[in-house]
């Protein structure tokens, strides 16, 4: 079974810094491009970031290129997000989201979702 | 980037009736579409992808249809689970742009 369990969520005042996790499972972990993606309360979804299987293939939305990075550890099935220079239009839960097979342009698993919050 | 606008905001429905959603692009993504549903406090589930094609474990009662820059969800005979909002999501050229959503709510 498929299982996607985001972690690192929090309260992080506006300039500051934080880690996302999502620790992944029940899948050969190295051979999908993973995404995060959020939504803000009462709002839509929102594409953040993909990466591909190996780490390559790097892709952000306008909204986060220059402040938040991407990556994995394919040895810990683990993938991450580095969010800095955070806003307070950051907050938003953040889902990690596999692709499904075959594709990179769909989303088939999601986690749960961990809530970021950027307040003073 | 495209844009992608889904109609209505809210649709009314009583359970066993029929529902039909819109997503409409800004401009082609061929095929290139999925719809999500989603639960208060869960995450997006994957319904269809490639505009028609069903995902696993999704009940026949869901059908996509559409291509180009018009794409309608249907789902024929609305059971009290079904009550949720749905997204539509592209792709396109290495960016994924959701609409905002319809809440199916009932009746």
């Known amino acids: 079974e498929v299982q996607l369990l985001e972690s690192g969520g929090g309260l992080v005042q506006p300039g500051g810094s934080l880690r996302l996790s999502c620790a992944a499972s029940g899948f050969t972990f190295s051979s999908f491009a993973m995404n995060w993606v959020r939504q803000a309360p009462g709002k839509g979804l929102e594409w953040v970031s993909l990466i591909g299987g190996s780490g390559g293939n790097i892709y952000y939305a306008d909204s986060v290129k220059g402040r938040f990075t991407i990556s994995r550890d394919n040895s810990k099935n683990t993938l991450y997000l580095q969010m800095n220079s955070l806003r307070a239009d950051d907050t938003a839960v953040y889902y990690c989201?596999?692709?499904?097979?075959?594709?990179?342009?769909?989303?088939?698993?999601w986690g749960q979702g961990t809530m970021v919050t950027v307040s003073s | 980037e495209i844009v992608m606008t889904q109609s209505p905001a809210t649709l009314s429905v009583s359970p066993g009736e029929r529902a039909t959603l819109s997503c409409r692009a800004s401009?082609?993504?061929?095929?290139?579409l999925a719809w999500y549903q989603q639960k208060p406090g869960q995450a997006p589930r994957l319904l269809i992808y490639g505009a028609s094609t069903r995902a696993t474990g999704i009940p026949a009662r869901f059908s996509g249809s559409g291509s180009g820059t018009e794409f309608t969800l249907t789902i024929s005979s609305l059971q009290s689970e079904d009550f949720a909002v749905y997204y539509c999501q592209q792709y396109n050229n290495w960016s994924w742009t959701f609409g905002q959503g319809t809440k199916v709510e009932i009746k």
């Open positions: 989201a596999k692709v499904l097979l075959g594709t990179h342009y769909y989303f088939d698993y």
């Open positions: 401009q082609s993504v061929s095929s290139n």
